[in-house]
T-cell receptor
């Protein structure tokens, strides 16, 4: 399968804590992207990390990629209630995106 | 438009009827994707258009599903003889580069309910 698998399926934390989500995949990739989905509608792109990169930052987001382990992690620091959403990884092999079932994050105010 | 536009936002149809879902991608985007998301589930890939190349239809679940993209812009996903299991949110996305080289921009989806 080319899709990413997110772990954990659900995560609940207090506001201000950090949230870490993991993604595993099975094939070689060109890049890996993370997306957020609110309320079961359209996804919003968060960050793209290329296969030759190991770490990337964007605001409170930090993404790592370990191609030897075929895994990636998304860290959200100093979480806010507004971060409550589902998060999906999308490993890309040069064609379309294959999404997993996502991690449902709940940030408790 | 500024983003990917999908219509209708919601569609209720009777079992056995045909439906058409429309997607207007961002102007100039050559890649267009259709996904389906059932309640509480992940995104299921349906079909991928890239420029003038033959579309990748490998995700279409049955021959009742078809899609076209006219003039490299607007796309229509057609479901014939709808079944209750077709109920889902249908999401369209577009991107400026082929093969997932850049981010995909998603529309807000069409929620299809088959009764």
């Amino acid at each position: 399968s080319q899709q990413g698998e997110e772990d954990p399926q659900a995560l609940s934390i207090q506001e201000g804590e950090n949230a870490t989500m993991n993604c595993s995949y099975k094939t070689s990739i060109n890049n890996l992207q993370w997306y957020r989905q609110n309320s079961g509608r359209g996804l919003v792109h968060l960050i793209l990390i290329r296969s030759n990169e190991r770490e990337k930052h964007s605001g409170r987001l930090r993404v790592t990629l370990d191609t030897s382990k075929k895994s990636s992690s998304l860290l959200i620091t100093a979480s806010r209630a507004a971060d409550t959403a589902s998060y999906f990884c999308a490993p890309n092999t040069g064609n379309q995106f294959y999404f997993g079932t996502g991690t449902s994050l709940t940030v408790i105010p | 438009g500024a983003g990917v536009s999908q219509s209708p936002s919601n569609k209720v149809t009777e079992k056995g009827k045909d439906v058409e879902l429309r997607c207007d991608p961002i102007s100039g985007h050559t890649a267009l994707y259709w996904y389906r998301q059932s309640l509480g589930q992940g995104l299921e890939f349906l079909i991928y258009f890239q420029g003038n190349s033959a579309p990748d239809k490998s995700g279409l679940p049955s021959d009742r599903f078809s899609a076209e993209r006219t003039g490299g812009s607007v796309s229509t996903l057609t479901i014939q003889r709808t079944q209750q299991e077709d109920s889902a949110v249908y999401l369209c996305a577009s991107s400026s580069a082929a093969g997932g080289g850049t981010e995909a921009f998603f529309g807000q989806g069409t929620r299809l309910t088959v009764v």
